[in-house]
């Protein structure tokens, strides 16, 4: 049973930074390349980072790049989000995504809120 489950959210401040964590489990880690996205209240959810299976492509959403970073370590099974210079526009549920081919699999979400 494919299992994704995010931390790490939580309240930051203008300017600060947040790391999250997906940590995954119940499928082949490493043949899965990895996102996360966000959904902010009353909008859709959007796309914000991807990352391949070995990590070597990267792909970011224009609101985030130089910015956030997306890495993972297939060792323990975990992508991480490092958030820097966080706005109040990054305030969102932010949820991990692990596909391969069609199957794509999502967890259940972390809220981060970025207020003074």
């Known amino acids: 049973q494919v299992q994704l489950v995010e931390s790490g959210g939580g309240l930051g401040q203008p300017g600060g930074a947040l790391r999250l964590s997906c940590l995954a489990s119940g499928f082949i880690f490493n043949t899965y390349a990895m996102s996360w996205y966000r959904q902010a209240p009353g909008k859709e959810r959007e796309f914000v980072a991807s990352i391949s299976t070995a990590g070597g492509y990267l792909n970011y959403a224009v609101s985030v790049k130089g910015r956030f970073t997306i890495s993972r370590d297939n060792a323990k099974n975990t992508v991480y989000l490092q958030m820097n210079s966080l706005k109040p526009e990054d305030t969102a549920v932010y949820y991990c995504?692990?596909?391969?081919?069609?199957?794509?699999?999502w967890g259940q979400g972390t809220q981060v809120t970025v207020s003074s």
């Open positions: 995504s692990g596909v391969r081919g069609t199957l794509r699999s």
